[in-house]
């Protein structure tokens, strides 16, 4: 049963001001800003992870600051922008290590999708950047498995895409819309707004701390929003019925 997220007038000191919306239906939503315009805070906030000086965060009925984070856990994953393990530990090991409560058996959709049957044998120092963040993701979606199968989980990405080649990009991002379709929420940032164009049903678009629109991403991916967002003035082009924006060279505020 998928589970509706309010975010209530949340500051956090010198990084979030006052935000607020609401995520009633499941689906993907995408958060795109500039460089620290607060995507990866507001991430951490919606996760559980930074608690706010101000606001609330209620996934369902539940402020999620009175929960412990072993009980939002099963509910929840989180893959951060950066990821830093230093152990010799296999693709393998490393699901198991961080997500001891698994059994052994990984899902051969998670490994299908995900594309890592050749990185479970592989230590995870010697991955590649994409490697990685294709086990880390897969760790993340591991850890709440069983509430994916029911379309209960809340699925917070950070940049998911980065590093992707485009294949495992669109691979991974139609899979999202699959889980989303069937309950889960998933909130992702993102950099790519054709990404989010093709992909979110929602978009946040934050800038300074503050949430500039919010909704659905026909009606908030336009032209002028996407100067306000990004003080870089975009062309939409329009095949088969499809938008795809374009950043025009030397049309930027600086
Ligand atoms: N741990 C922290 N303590 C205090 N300020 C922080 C902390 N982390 C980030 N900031 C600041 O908060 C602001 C928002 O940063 P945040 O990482 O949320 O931005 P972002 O939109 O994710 O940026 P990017 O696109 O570069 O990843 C920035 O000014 C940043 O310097």
Redesign the pocket.
């Known amino acids: 049963m998928s589970v509706p997220i309010t975010v209530n007038k949340v500051s956090?000191?010198?990084?979030?001001n006052n935000v607020s919306f609401s995520l009633i239906q499941p689906g993907v939503t995408c958060?795109l800003?500039?460089?620290?315009?607060?995507?990866?805070?507001?991430?951490?906030v919606l996760a559980g992870l930074?608690e706010p000086s101000a606001g609330e965060v209620l996934w369902g009925a539940t402020n999620v600051f009175n929960s412990t984070l072993s009980a939002l856990s099963g509910q929840r994953c989180y893959v951060a922008?950066q990821h830093s393990i230093q152990f010799e530990l296999t693709g393998y090991e490393c699901l198991q290590f961080l997500s001891p409560s698994q059994s052994a058996t990984i899902p051969g959709e998670l490994i299908r999708k995900l594309d890592i049957a050749d990185l479970l044998e592989k230590p995870v120092t010697r991955m590649s950047g994409g490697e990685m963040q294709r086990i880390m993701i897969s760790r993340a979606l591991l850890q709440v498995w069983p509430a994916i199968q029911q379309g209960s989980a809340i699925i917070v990405l950070?940049?998911p895409v980065q590093g992707l080649d485009i294949r495992h990009q669109i691979v991974l991002m139609k899979w999202l819309s699959a889980l989303a379709k069937i309950g889960n929420q998933i909130i992702m940032?993102c950099?790519d707004i054709n990404i989010a164009n093709t992909f979110a049903d929602t978009v946040l678009l934050?800038k300074s701390?503050q949430m500039l629109a919010y909704g659905p991403t026909s009606d908030v991916l336009n032209l002028s929003n996407l100067w306000l967002t990004f003080d870089c003035q975009f062309e939409c082009l329009l095949k088969d019925d499809q938008r795809y924006f374009v950043p025009i060279k030397n049309k930027t505020a600086f």
């Open positions: 956090l000191a010198g990084r979030l958060l800003g500039a460089n620290g315009a607060g995507k990866s805070s507001l991430l951490m930074a922008q950070d940049e940032s950099h934050a701390g």
